[in-house]
């Protein structure tokens, strides 16, 4: 047996037996800055789930468009885990904007980028003419960036724009068959449990 086995088998007693073993071994993941402005990823709390990624630049997305927003950073993930970008909570409550989930792979070493989407549908302004300030992130008005379409949103450099999630994958392989076992819900599709 390893040594990390015998010592955590050596906590066993018959009074902890039922307790638990904590192992705090974490995974190191080598971020590199692509760009002197880019800012390393950040946790608000100790126990959160997700890295907080920040705007590289400034982008306007416009009502209907979709934006790559450019974090400046490329991440070495270790063989077997992946990166998941997604929303943040207070952006999708606050804004029309919408972070596409997204996944990188340990694999992959070109930089990190955030898909986001601007849903704002205006079907009462006939008069494209018409141009307005940019809202913010949390839907503010901003004064002096320009006149856009209403509905366009600004992420400025520098704002959390999304999360990233660091996970470990199953080991999985997928083998064809003639047939698939049996379940509660079989051949059942979409909305077969109800709305």
Known sequence: MSDKLNELLSKITPDNRHGEITINNPETVKVKRLHPDAILPTKAHSG?????????EDVVIEPGETALIKTGLAFELPEGFELQIRPRSGITLKSKLRVNLGTVDSGYRAEVGVVVDNIYHED???DEDFLYSPFDITSSVISNRGHYSYGSYIVRKGERIAQAVIQRLPS????????LGDSD?????FGSSGI
Not at 185 to 189: A, D, L, Q, T, Y
């Open 172 to 179: 999985v392989e997928l083998i064809e068959v003639d047939s």
């Open 48 to 56: 959160d789930a997700g890295f907080d990624l920040y705007a590289l």
């Open 185 to 189: 819900r079989g051949e059942e599709g």
């Open 124 to 126: 009462c302004n006939d």
